[in-house]
């Protein structure tokens, strides 16, 4: 299983960005995919979530209504839309695939190797 992560960079507050990450080796559509992140000197804290349907989506408070997931099971795809960026939300972003039977953000069995976000003020 490979999931690669894409699209981070060096923005200013208020800028958007939106993440890619392209799953590969597992059946994507029986798969919860979310997003967490990890800043230096932090724990990895969840971001956001969506279900193997996208009929459920649910965000950190933090993000909540600045970030928005999607993805294209078509493509084996989940998108991480980031709007009104904020330095704060400078970290290194993952994505994650859970088997959609499992509950909890424990069961994230499957990492991409994260993508740098850089928000400066």
């Known amino acids: 299983v490979q999931l690669q992560a894409s699209g981070g960079g060096l923005v200013q507050a208020g800028d958007s960005l939106r993440l890619s990450c392209a799953a590969s080796g597992l059946t994507f559509s029986s798969y919860d995919m979310a997003w967490f992140r990890q800043a230096p000197g932090t724990e990895r804290e969840f971001v956001g979530g969506?279900?193997?349907?996208?009929?459920?989506?649910y965000y950190a408070d933090s993000v909540k209504g600045r970030f928005t997931l999607s993805r294209d099971n078509a493509k084996n795809a989940v998108y991480l839309q980031m709007n009104s960026l904020k330095p704060e939300d400078t970290a290194v972003y993952f994505c994650a695939a859970k088997w959609h039977a499992l509950s909890g953000r424990d069961n994230y069995s499957y990492w991409g190797q994260g993508t740098q976000v850089t928000v400066s003020s």
């Open positions: 969506i279900s193997l349907s996208a009929s459920s989506t």
